[in-house]
């Protein structure tokens, strides 16, 4: 026993500094509106959305209604800076149930690159990933990919999931794959 509380000693004594470095969180709370591609958000109201940023990333929870029975969704945190795109990531996704309501979570570290959202966008925009957790403008953006199809659903609900379109205009709002819906989370 003496040497399970020792160890337990010894973790919070490692754990305090580092704790203690972080500056502290702050929360924001944004509609999820609807979402137009190339014009910006609606009007319409589907639900909310939270961020959590720290010094070390930020933290999402997107709430949404009115989506499509069985619709595979994907979440995209895209990064601004000084108003414009400078990196698009995957966040979250899964298939919708019955009811259309769906809710996602996802982090992103300052520095994390990984999920990048295509290989064209990035040539076009980059990937530079979070820089300033505090600071950056936040998007999560809702992409709505079809009807789940069975040994696909993978790909559907991991990535931009625009097989065989190279052209980034279609990319971002094909038949197959468009952004309906966002929630803006403005920098300090």
Not at 26 to 37: C, H, L, P, R
Not at 73 to 100: D, R, Y
Not at 136 to 143: G, P
Not at 153 to 178: K, N, R
């Amino acid at each position: 026993m003496k040497i399970v509380l020792g160890i337990a000693a010894a973790l919070v004594a490692l754990a305090l500094p580092l704790a203690a470095s972080a500056g502290p969180a702050s929360q924001q709370a944004a509609d999820v509106t609807g979402w137009v591609e190339g014009q910006g958000p609606t009007t319409a109201v589907y639900g909310t959305a939270s961020l959590v940023r720290n010094d070390n990333g930020i933290s999402m929870t997107f709430r949404t209604s009115e989506i499509p029975a069985g619709e595979a969704v994907t979440i995209w945190w895209v990064i601004l800076e000084n108003g414009a795109p400078v990196s698009a990531q995957f966040a979250a996704g899964h298939v919708v149930g019955g009811s259309g309501i769906a809710s996602f979570s996802g982090h992103l570290a300052e520095g994390d690159t990984s999920g990048c959202f295509s290989p064209e966008f990035t040539a076009a925009v980059g990937c530079e990933g979070l820089t300033d957790a505090q600071t950056q403008t936040v998007i999560l953006l809702a992409r709505f990919h079809g009807s789940a199809e069975p040994g696909r659903i993978p790909i559907q609900i991991h990535t931009p999931e625009t097989a065989g379109v190279t052209d980034l205009g279609e990319q971002l709002c094909s038949p197959l794959a468009c952004q309906y819906q966002a929630a803006i989370f403005p920098g300090a």
